[in-house]
């Protein structure tokens, strides 16, 4: 185990989509490890994440997330027929149903689980489209938003909360150290999904502009964050253990095959790191 941390500790669980196995991998490391999270911050696939872990901060969490990504209902999340898909996106705006994933989602934190109830504070992220403007969720029901943060623009629906529609948090803040360090963190753990680690080059192809416009705003921001942490804050930003060029591919949102495998590579990798610390 490291030596003793500055507490409060902060966890942060950054959006990635299918990629946050790799989160999974690193927080199983930080808990197996002996370090328990004080305040835990989550954007899009890091909000479950990260929900799950303010649920139960325990290892045991991790090895139930192991499961659980490489589930047959985790599969259902975008598991339509293209027919079906290409169906829905004609008559409204998505290619997805909410439903399954808000079936999981009930399962697994509580279809009534509210924010007070969690023994660990937890905030998600997601963006308002009538204000245009970052919204952090940290009181109500759990499960509304950890949808809204995961609301994927084309693929699921805007989820409806009170006056406003909200999309997926990665669109405004998709690694947000900066609020764990608002929040009082003085040690950061950042859980992300490894497309920081990898050098970003000129689109080629059609479907690649968008992805590299998107990864261009959000390493800014991210970088810009790392920059602006106070000196008596310590970020620890853990690795993936390396990633595969298919990580990238347009469709690997709908791969989970590979979950088990990022898992453990970046589990190794994070021990191989916390280890180093000393």
Do not use: K
Request: with cysteine.
């Amino acid at each position: 185990m490291p030596e003793p941390l500055a507490p409060p500790i902060g966890f942060v669980f950054g959006g990635g989509g299918v990629l946050g196995a790799y989160e999974v991998g690193m927080a199983r490391a930080v808990l197996h490890a002996g370090i328990r999270p004080d305040l835990v911050v989550g954007t899009s696939i890091g909000a479950f994440n990260g929900a799950a872990v303010a649920a139960r901060p325990t290892e045991e969490v991790a090895d139930r997330l192991v499961e659980l990504w490489a589930s047959e209902e985790a599969r259902t999340v975008y598991g339509d027929s293209l027919p079906r898909q290409l169906g829905r996106f004609a008559r409204r705006t998505h290619l997805h149903s909410p439903a399954p994933l808000r079936r999981l989602l009930e399962r697994e934190l509580g279809d009534v689980t509210t924010f007070a109830d969690l023994p660990v504070p937890f905030q998600c992220c997601a963006a308002s489209i009538e204000r245009a403007a970052e919204h952090w969720f940290s009181a109500g029901p759990l499960v509304d938003a950890v949808l809204a943060s995961a609301a994927v623009p084309g693929l699921l629906p805007p989820v409806h909360l009170g006056e406003e529609h909200f999309i997926d948090g990665g669109i405004v803040n998709s690694v947000p150290v900066g609020r764990a360090v608002e929040l009082g963190a003085r040690t950061v753990f950042v859980m992300q999904v490894g497309r920081v680690e990898r050098p970003l080059r000129p689109p080629r192809r059609p479907w690649e502009v968008a992805q590299v416009a998107f990864e261009v705003a959000r390493r800014h921001r991210f970088a810009r964050e790392l920059r602006e942490a106070p000196p008596e804050v310590t970020v620890h930003v853990l690795p993936t253990g390396g990633g595969s060029p298919r990580d990238d591919s347009p469709l690997s949102y709908r791969n989970l095959a590979a979950a088990r495998a990022r898992i453990e590579r970046a589990y190794r990798a994070s021990c191989a790191y916390l280890e180093a610390m000393g």
